[in-house]
């Protein structure tokens, strides 16, 4: 069993910074490769970022490539989305996802992820 537990939303301006946080209980968070979604009102939850249990391996979706960052400290269980040059349509809720290092199923699939956080909200003012 995994709890993820993201943290650092906030209100910002556009342009502005910010860097979510997603701790991790248990052992064996290095046995997990992460993913971060967001969710916007009356929209579905869609991809944004995908690391590997190791750290070395990142993917982003095109609409937050070159603007964000997702990196871990596996000896703090933590997963973190430094996010820079933020834009009001990157409003929504964010939310980290746990799954299977050994998983096949592309990153962007929500159905691939065992474990979920309970979101943070980050608004982007014009």
């Known amino acids: 069993q995994v709890h993820l537990a993201e943290s650092g939303g906030g209100l910002v301006q556009a342009g502005g910074s910010l860097r979510l946080s997603c701790a991790a209980s248990?052992?064996?968070?290095?046995?997990?490769?992460m993913g971060w979604f967001r969710q916007a009102p009356g929209k579905e939850r869609e991809f944004v970022a995908h690391?590997?249990?190791?750290?070395?391996?990142?993917y982003y979706a095109d609409s937050v490539k070159g603007r964000f960052t997702t990196s871990r400290d596996n000896a703090k269980n933590t997963v973190y989305l430094q996010m820079d040059s933020l834009k009001p349509e990157d409003t929504a809720v964010y939310y980290c996802?746990?799954?299977?290092?050994?998983?096949?199923?592309?990153?962007?699939?929500?159905?691939?992820?065992?474990?979920w956080g309970q979101g943070t909200q980050v608004t982007v003012s014009s």
């Open positions: 996802g746990a799954r299977w290092l050994m998983s096949t199923s592309p990153p962007v699939i929500i159905g691939s992820y065992k474990y």
């Open positions: 248990g052992r064996t968070f290095s046995s997990y490769a």
């Open positions: 690391i590997d249990w190791s750290g070395e391996n990142t």
